[in-house]
């Protein structure tokens, strides 16, 4: 599964952001943000594939609650953590066991 924006996506629009000159609501802050980004996801890949996407999408349409899909729901949401906020504070800590 692709999350969006993409990495090329977010790529484009920080080049496009810095050839048309930083705009007051794009500070250079967030373009940096938006390279880490898709530079962690092209690295790691996406947290989950397109078929692995589809399957816990139907296994929730379908009602399915048992504790594997709750395990795989956390375990995508980690790793979605790591590549979109792998330094904010509370994930930080729950990483760290702290």
Excluded at 51 to 60: D, S
Aim: charged share 25%; hydrophobic share 45%.
């Amino acid at each position: 599964m692709a999350d969006s924006p993409p990495p090329a996506m977010l790529i484009a629009e920080v080049r496009r952001a810095l050839d048309e000159g930083l705009a007051p609501g794009f500070p250079q802050k967030v373009a940096a943000n938006a390279l880490g980004i898709a530079q962690r996801e092209l690295e790691n890949g996406p947290p989950v594939s397109a078929e692995e996407a589809a399957r816990m999408c139907a296994a929730i349409r379908a009602g399915e609650d048992g504790a594997d899909l709750v395990g795989e729901l956390i375990a995508l949401t980690i790793a979605k953590l790591e590549i979109d906020q792998p330094a904010y504070p509370s994930f930080r800590a729950w990483k760290d066991g702290g």
